[in-house]
């Protein structure tokens, strides 16, 4: 049985049991997700909580999602998925825990992302999996991070693992996670944040176990079913609330990750039809030179994300969400590409993708739940250098947030992510504590979001001064010449971004939004610059005493108000 097929009974046994279920769920995912991040060693997980976690049955249907990274999802559900490819259920045994990160191996996203799945038993059988995954800062291969633009080749972005048993009978496999670790920069770190990961799996599957003791088999299996028919029912019924037809949008990454070739696009074509949402990716561009390719599982967690999100928020997130969703890309093109091309930037590319989809849905919904494009990007940036206090290298990897688009009635948030990543920023405390790097900026960016009835968010600057020479730098961010956030309805488009090195000096230099293995000297700093977001409606009819905030806050200058809403002070 694949993991988008599923079977359940036609009606609900108890609607409020059921209810009851999906929080005692929730709070099972909870306790996993704070367990991870409050457990872990490196400042990716632990103060940026770059990871996500989930139950899944024993077929590998999901159940329960936890709050965190919508993006993860892809790669939680093809872990799964491959663990049960390659291991029968009966060869699976109590104690046993796996783990991968290929996206052609084990239907991962990128190679940082290293899942963890555990079997959990009752009474000798089978019955359900644990599952996390993190973001590993380092997992070896041509760069610092793992990740740039330009890599070519699956080969060249680090360690592969294909599904792998990494624990028998409760004990890890030291010897796989010695050589997993010893391909990485940081060894030390890695290892110990894969132990947790293990440790966290086994949290939840004795949660699970005690909701078995405390309702019994029998009625949790049956409120499993309960929890996907009603997630199924409920979608088909914000279905049927559509108009059928077809509907086409296209998103730009500025080029393929290599830089000097044309603008790539994103299209999707969404079409309505017998209750069932397709989604067609034909005519987005063909499979990237660089790393911007996007498997097809985060493909398929992304078209998730967004008709969640912009049909039902309050949608439980499980395999009953999965049945009436279609989705097809061309192989070899840069929304489903073929081995060995390179991930590691696929973020980027999925951030394009959701932003394509919100904006076919533009033509489908009332313009009271339209929203102006956001930043849609993941930028990134990777500044790494040698350990003083132990063997190895620290790598300091950071998403920055960028303003998200206006809705009919709100202005968009300023500094946020949005789409598929959900991460926290990096304290600028724990970063001078731990790295030789000091903050010189981090604020918003005054007139970045789109001038609007309702304006675009901001964006955000981020300033680094490194203190010791030899520091290696590298980026991947996009929208910096083709991509924008778009306004509608009259709104105004949100700013690109920027990517500096000495800003303000004489040798002040633009970089290109996808530079890698940069080595700098001390006293250097890179600054980078999100966009913001789209606005809504003509700038002119915006509120006077909104734009009058938006001007003393700083967050709109006066010469702005003036030539983009035609207000004067």
């Keep these: 049985m694949s993991i988008q097929q599923f079977t359940s009974t036609a009606t609900i046994a108890d609607p409020i049991e059921m209810e009851v279920f999906v929080n005692r769920l929730l709070s099972i995912t909870e306790d996993m997700n704070n367990t991870l991040v409050r457990s872990s060693f490196s400042t990716n997980i632990k103060e940026r909580k770059d990871c996500s976690v989930a139950l899944f049955d024993r077929a590998g249907r999901l159940v329960s999602q936890g709050t965190q990274i919508p993006l993860h999802l892809g790669s939680l559900n093809g872990a799964v998925e491959a663990v049960l490819a390659q291991y029968p259920v009966d060869t699976i045994k109590d104690g046993d825990t796996f783990i991968c990160n290929d996206p052609y191996l084990a239907n991962g996203s990128h190679l940082p992302d290293i899942n963890i799945v555990t079997p959990v038993f009752w009474e ?17 291969g041509a760069v610092p991070g793992s990740i740039a633009g330009g890599l070519t080749s699956i080969f060249q972005e680090g360690i592969r693992i294909p599904v792998s048993r990494i624990a028998r009978n409760g004990v890890i496999e030291d010897d796989l996670l010695r050589l997993i670790c010893s391909n990485c920069r940081d060894p030390e770190e890695r290892g110990l944040d894969l132990r947790v990961q293990i440790a966290t799996n086994e949290r939840g599957s004795e949660a699970v176990r005690e909701l078995i003791r405390h309702m019994g088999l029998p009625k949790v299996l049956q409120s499993v079913e309960d929890v996907l028919t009603y997630t199924r029912t409920r979608l088909a019924n914000r279905i049927a609330e559509l108009k059928e037809g077809s509907y086409q949008f296209t998103n730009m990454l500025d080029d393929d990750g290599m830089g000097g070739g044309d603008p790539v696009p994103i299209t999707v074509t969404l079409t309505v039809a017998d209750g069932i949402l397709s989604f067609d990716f034909t005519g987005s561009g063909p499979q990237a030179r660089g790393a911007m390719n996007l498997p097809i599982n985060a493909l398929n967690a992304t078209v998730y994300y967004a008709v969640k999100a912009l049909l039902d928020p309050e949608l439980p997130p499980n395999a009953g969400l999965f049945a009436a969703i279609r ?37 489908l919904l009332p313009k009271e739940k339209v929203m102006a494009s956001g930043n849609d990007l993941c930028p990134a940036i990777v500044f790494s250098g040698p350990l003083h206090q132990r063997a190895g290298e620290f790598i300091y990897l950071e998403t920055i947030a960028g303003g998200s688009g206006a809705r009919f009635d709100l202005d968009g948030m300023d500094a946020v992510h949005v789409h598929m990543t959900n991460s926290s920023n990096l304290p600028v405390e724990a970063m001078e504590n731990e790295y030789p790097l000091r903050v010189e900026e981090y604020a918003l960016i005054p007139n970045s979001g789109g001038a609007g009835r309702t304006r675009g968010g901001m964006g955000v600057a981020r300033q680094i001064k490194v203190l010791e020479s030899g520091i290696v730098f ?54 980078i610059e999100t966009p913001g977001g789209g606005g809504y409606g003509e700038p ?25 809403y035609g207000f004067s002070l």
């Design 474 to 527: 590298s980026a991947r961010s996009d929208s910096h010449t083709v991509g924008v956030p778009t306004g509608v309805d009259g709104g105004h488009d949100g700013r690109r971004a920027r990517l500096l090195r000495n800003p303000g000096g004489q040798n002040e230099e633009v970089m290109f939004s996808k530079t890698s293995n940069i080595t700098l000297q001390a006293g250097e700093s890179i600054r």
């Design 327 to 363: 989705v097809s890309a061309p192989k070899g093109t840069i929304t489903n590409p073929e081995m060995p091309a390179a991930v590691g930037a696929r973020s980027i590319t999925a951030q394009k993708v959701a932003g394509a989809i919100f904006g076919a849905f533009r033509g």
């Design 540 to 564: 002119s009819k915006r509120e006077a005493n909104k734009l009058r905030q938006d001007v003393l806050d700083g967050l709109v200058s006066a010469e702005c108000a003036s030539e983009d």
């Design 124 to 140: 000798g059988t089978l019955r359900f999996f644990a599952a996390n995954i993190a973001h590993h800062s380092d997992v070896g």
